[in-house]
């Protein structure tokens, strides 16, 4: 079936130290997001990806990472700059970035925790 | 900033009965979609209602789109506790061409209890 895959499901970081998260997805998509999600909060968008190395800053991009050097991966990586990490970290994909009406797709995200 | 803001922020009813949640958005938009979440989950699409439609069935959901008053309902008939999740709407921020980024609401948080 296809889907997107994100790993590892729950991530811990120490102090001053750069992690990242793998969202791989097999759906044949073009475009792809990163989302953090905090409690009683709505999605906020980090980065996103268009085409294969192609991306933008979302509204939140501080302190994140990411690159697109193959169509089905997006890792984003959550460096020492962010500091405070905590959160859900969501990836999805739609088909197009620019079609008006598509849906996008999500992984089950990975829970970043600070030790 | 939030684009969509949903309405209430956590219901609880009983299994059989409906639920109601509406949306609210700030500015004109191509369509509206809602998204529903399971604890712990990723986000799963279940509708999506462009700017000219007033009503979209999908199994036992109804959304209504009403654009003068920018906002939305859903409505979840015969509810049964696997509807347990939270509810967010969506809408586009790119004009009719160009990129679209989808800006998410709060949520709404549904209990349904047996």
């Known amino acids: 079936d296809g889907g997107i895959t994100q790993s590892p499901k729950y991530l811990f970081r120490k102090e001053g130290q750069n992690v990242t998260l793998s969202c791989e997805q097999n759906?044949?998509?073009?475009?792809m997001y990163w989302y953090r999600q905090d409690p009683g909060q709505g999605l906020r968008l980090i980065y996103y990806s268009q085409i294969v190395n192609d991306f933008q800053k979302g509204d939140i991009a501080e302190g994140y990472s990411v690159s697109r050097e193959k169509k089905e991966s997006f890792p984003l990586t959550v460096t020492s700059a962010q500091k405070n990490p905590t959160a859900f970290y969501l990836c999805?994909?739609?088909?197009?970035?620019?079609?008006?009406?598509?849906?996008?797709?999500f992984g089950d995200g990975t829970r970043l925790s600070i030790l | 900033s939030q684009q969509g803001e949903e309405d209430p922020q956590a219901l609880s009813i009983q299994e059989g009965e409906n639920a109601t949640m509406n949306c609210s958005y700030k500015t004109s938009i191509n369509n509206l979609q809602w998204y529903r979440q399971n604890s712990g989950r990723g986000l799963v699409h279940l509708i999506l209602?462009?700017?000219?439609?007033r009503e979209k069935h999908s199994g036992r959901l109804r959304v209504t789109l009403d654009t003068s008053k920018k906002s939305s309902s859903l409505l979840i008939t015969a509810s049964r506790a696997a509807d347990t999740a939270s509810y967010f709407c969506a809408t586009p921020t790119g004009r009719n061409t160009g990129f679209q980024k989808l800006v998410f609401g709060t949520g709404t948080r549904l209990l349904v209890s047996p």
């Open positions: 759906l044949n998509h073009d475009a």
């Open positions: 209602i462009r700017s000219n439609e």
């Open positions: 999805a994909s739609s088909l197009q970035g620019t079609a008006l009406f598509l849906p996008q797709h």
